[in-house]
């Protein structure tokens, strides 16, 4: 089947072809504007979607060597993520669903990311345990199969992308803070500064951030209110950055082990983080577990995981059951929706 994918619903917009579930074409084009600003401006993300929706489709079409004629079924992403942004890509997709009579499958952004480790690593057997962590989401799932997973624990407070940007900006950082914190945690030592563990012993899988973040204001506040000297930059971004680390690795594996899984799947912007990588990695393998990390384009947010599940979908469905075009954006739809399954 061939399928075009949208994706739109933080400051990603992004196309995707996908034939049979091989990915054709992955076009991403990333609104770095935003990063002026410290953080996503969400009528400035709808507004720059709108502008590029269009010609992101025509490359994805052309690298993929496909036209639009050549499409039987669409996707888009409806939820969760800024509901400006997810209005243009899903009224996108339902104007050319219209003009051309395709089906259209609204999908849910989280479980794009779920699913992205069988799209990088088809091999990958069901069970697996999936951490999604991002800027938006931290959240633990048990996956069963392409229609049945249960979400067994999510972040009470910040996710884990929010924690490295918001400390990021504490230490008088550039945003996104992840990728910033990483670089200089490379030369720091991470044991010199001890930032607590939220909820590391609990016995549940949720997680909390929030009260790193505290800590890290009051240790500026206390100790260095005119401003942290340069030189001590990398320990504490390598003192924060484990402190996230060892809570995310630590919570993974406790949920594989007890729930008997042998595959981990990690993704999200976090996942990029070669600590986090290594470390879970190096903690899976103590317990005879094995890490899917998909490649950085299947990471971050993209519509070719979006256009993956959907295929799923299509085919138990049948195309007939995505006609329907009445669907409406939901903004969080991931706390209302994930904690009944
Ligand atoms: O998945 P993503 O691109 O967008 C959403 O939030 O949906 O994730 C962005 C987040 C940001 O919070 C960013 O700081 C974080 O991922 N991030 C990283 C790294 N690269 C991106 N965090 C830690 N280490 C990185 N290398
Ligand atoms: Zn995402």
Redo the contacts with the bound molecule.
Sequence with gaps: MNILAIESS?DETSVAVLIDSEVRSNVISSQLFHNKFGGVVPELASRAHIRHISSIMSESLIQAGKTIADIEALAVTSEPGLVGSLIVGSSFAKGLSLRYRLPIVPVNHIEGHLYSGKLENQSLEFPFISLVV???HTALFLVFSFNSYKILGLTRDDAA??A??KIATLLGLGY????E??RLALSGNKNKYNFPRGMINSENSDFSFSGLKTSVRYFLNNNYKAGIPGELLPDMAASAQAAIVEVLVSKTIAAAKSNAVGDIVIS???S??LTLRQDMVKAASLHGIKVTAPQMTYC??NAAMIGYIAEKKLIEGGSESFTDLSFIVNPTALRSKYREK
């Design positions: 933080c991002s800027g938006g992308g929010e490295f940007d996104p803070g992840g990728p914190i990483e999200g912007g976090v990029a983080n971050m947010d």
